[in-house]
């Protein structure tokens, strides 16, 4: 599912077969999925693990799902317009929880 402010990859399948194959490969956990991100400002840790909550909606209940991404600071630049003057490119790549 792409969001608004998301842009990325959509897998089209040309045929019935390649369709199960690659349906298979999402249920087993085979694919893995990589999202990059421009943060302005510096991060404090060049890697490390995103532990926190994300909402869902169960039948109309909003609810909190836990989820844990993994991160990797992949570079920095100066930028002048940058709060702190850096932008940092992120690496993340989800593990549980988040609904992409």
Do not use: M, W
């Amino acid at each position: 599912r792409l969001d608004k402010a998301t842009s990325g990859l959509v897998l089209c399948a040309k045929t019935k077969q390649a369709a199960v194959r690659a349906a298979a490969a999402f249920a087993e956990r085979r694919v893995k999925k990589r999202y990059a991100a421009v943060l302005l400002g510096p991060v404090h840790s060049r890697n490390g693990i995103v532990d926190a909550p994300v909402p869902c909606k169960n039948r109309g209940v909003a609810k909190l799902r836990a989820a844990r991404t993994i991160y990797r600071v992949a570079a920095t630049a100066a930028s002048l317009k940058a709060p702190d003057g850096i932008l940092s490119l992120v690496e993340f790549a989800p593990k549980t929880g988040r609904t992409h």
